[in-house]
T-cell receptor, first 116, second 117 residues
Framework: DTEVTQTPKHLVMGMTNKKSLKCEQHMGHRAMYWYKQKAKKPPELMFV???????INESVPSRFSPECPNSSLLNLHLHALQPEDSALYLCASSQFPSGGPSNEQFFGPGTRLTVL | AQSVTQLGSHVSVSEGALVLLRCNYSSSVPPYLFWYVQYPNQGLQLLLKYTSAATLVKGINGFEAEFKKSETSFHLTKPSAHMSDAAEYFCAVSATSLYNQGGKLIFGQGTELSVKP
């Protein structure tokens, strides 16, 4: 199984709502990532989890809260978002939390988030 | 620090024509380079990667890329474009430094490929 799954596919929420995005992989990967992607732009890294611990936070606002309950699962909790947070949120995983040619990232299909 | 520049935000070719998407990198250490493709409303899929074992890298769907250190380039090519190749293509370099970058990828701005019948 070389797949990263994400749920939901689409999410519409108001600025006062609380919602969560879910990501799952069963490849035994020890690094998981959250990216935000705006239309016609490259993905922007938000968070990196290495061996279930948060290793990189790219100065993301606190209204985004990541969680890694176990080595296969990654969540992104959303609260009090702004309309400018509307984007495609991508999850990815890699075998190890390090750079290198054998450590490519596998991406999920993304969650299309709209904040009203 | 590493960086990637993709020349041309949009490339249009006719079906059956050569596809050439340009990527130049900047890196003070030997780079780890990747090409990803993104179809509309989908995630990113790895096309190919540079592993330093060979300068000419073959990937999926008939794509290949040549690593040229002297030109700091890693251009993506396909001899004959197909309609199904229409997508966004991203070149990326894996961040490497003395500090743990956690496998961070640095992406170029992307090139949208259109294929005309």
């Amino acid at each position: 199984d070389t797949e990263v799954t994400q749920t939901p596919k689409h999410l519409v929420m108001g600025m006062t709502n609380k919602k969560s995005l879910k990501c799952e992989q069963h490849m035994g990967h020890r690094a998981m990532y959250w990216y935000k992607q705006k239309a016609k732009k490259p993905p922007e890294l938000m968070f990196v989890y290495s061996y279930e611990k948060l290793s990189i936070n790219e100065s993301v606002p606190s209204r985004f809260s990541p969680e890694c309950p176990n080595s296969s699962l990654l969540n992104l909790h959303l609260h009090a978002l702004q309309p400018e947070d509307s984007a495609l949120y991508l999850c990815a995983s890699s075998q190890f939390p390090s750079g290198g040619p054998s450590n490519e990232q596998f991406f999920g299909p993304g969650t299309r988030l709209t904040v009203l | 620090a590493q960086s990637v520049t993709q020349l041309g935000s949009h490339v249009s070719v006719s079906e059956g024509a050569l596809v050439l998407l340009r990527c130049n990198y900047s890196s003070s250490v030997p780079p780890y380079l990747f090409w990803y493709v993104q179809y509309p409303n989908q995630g990113l899929q790895l096309l190919l990667k540079y592993t330093s074992a060979a300068t000419l890298v073959k990937g999926i769907n008939g794509f290949e890329a040549e690593f040229k250190k002297s030109e700091t380039s890693f251009h993506l090519t396909k001899p004959s474009a197909h309609m199904s190749d229409a997508a966004e293509y991203f070149c990326a370099v894996s961040a490497t430094s003395l500090y743990n970058q956690g496998g961070k990828l640095i992406f170029g701005q992307g090139t949208e490929l259109s294929v005309k019948p």
